[in-house]
């Protein structure tokens, strides 16, 4: 009996802490298409997607054609390329190490302002490792508060059944 109970709630706080330690995803931007213009829009790919700290991105694309710059916003809507840190490898992995907004756009030719080779998502923290954006506060403190309750009975049911 004592156990059975012990382990109903354990399972129930794993049940509540799993999804928040959820491992990392490896993103392919634009998928089989990769980074590229005329066949992904960037914005839809994204728009169902959650990113997390943690996960990477991994842009996919033919050197000679194309490249990587990490922007800010306001680079990213007038499609301004800085004069360098871009990437150009071909194969480009960025790890997604901070929550919120991260905006990447395409360097070469007019494929940024032309042919919205551009990507916007916004990443998400992890509440058990990393400090919550501000947005999401209420929401992670109350999924931690549900967590730590949880844990206290499964340590209280330890010793009181
Ligand atoms: C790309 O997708 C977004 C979101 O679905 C849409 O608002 C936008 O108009 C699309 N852009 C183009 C160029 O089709
Ligand atoms: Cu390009």
Known sequence: ?????????????????????????????????????????????AEDKVFKVGDKLIFSYD????NVFKVDQHDFQTCTVPVSGG??????VITLATPGKKWYICGKGTH????????????VGDPLTAPAPAPDK????????????????????????
């Open 87 to 92: 990437l150009t490898t071909g194969h480009d």
């Open 63 to 66: 050197p000679e054609n194309h």
């Open 138 to 161: 209420s929401r992670s403190s109350r999924l931690i508060l549900g967590a730590e309750y949880l844990f206290m009975m499964a340590v209280a049911s330890v010793f009181f059944f």
């Open 1 to 45: 009996m004592t156990f059975r109970i012990t382990f109903a709630v354990l399972a129930a706080l794993a049940a509540v802490a799993l999804p928040q330690c959820a491992v990392a995803t490896d993103w392919r931007v634009g998928d089989n298409s990769g980074w590229t213009i005329n066949e992904v829009n960037y914005t839809k790919w």
């Open 112 to 123: 940024c302002s032309e042919f919205q080779q551009k990507l916007v998502i916004n990443v």
